[in-house]
């Protein structure tokens, strides 16, 4: 009997961190402009594979999967890079 073993290409993507600022909104009314002084933007987080990177965008991916040796990817994230403010490799 003879077994067949399938392996999988070699995975290519680094795991990173991407460090990056969102607007913030806020719906209520101010009568005083102090509050209004005190808000500003969010910073964000979001963990994935590095997809691609150029300077205008960013595109990473949260889950994979091998059907066979075939890669699909699924959860894609694309940040304009203006917003971008670290990339960070983990291990």
Same mark, same amino acid.
């Given at each position: 009997m003879i077994f067949m073993i399938s392996s999988?290409?070699?995975f290519k993507? $680094?795991?990173v961190k991407v /460090?990056?600022?969102d607007i913030l909104t806020c719906p209520n009314w101010y009568d005083d402009l102090t509050d209004v002084d005190k808000l500003t933007y969010s910073w964000c987080e979001d963990t994935?594979?590095?997809y691609y990177k150029d300077k205008k965008m960013l $595109? /990473?991916?949260s889950s994979f999967s091998y059907d066979g040796d075939k890669l699909t990817v699924g959860t894609v994230t694309t940040f304009p890079?203006? #917003?971008v403010k670290k990339?960070? #490799?983990l291990k």
């Open positions: 999988k290409p070699k993507y $680094k795991r /460090i990056w600022q994935g594979y590095l $595109k /990473i991916f890079r203006s #917003v990339i960070e #490799v």
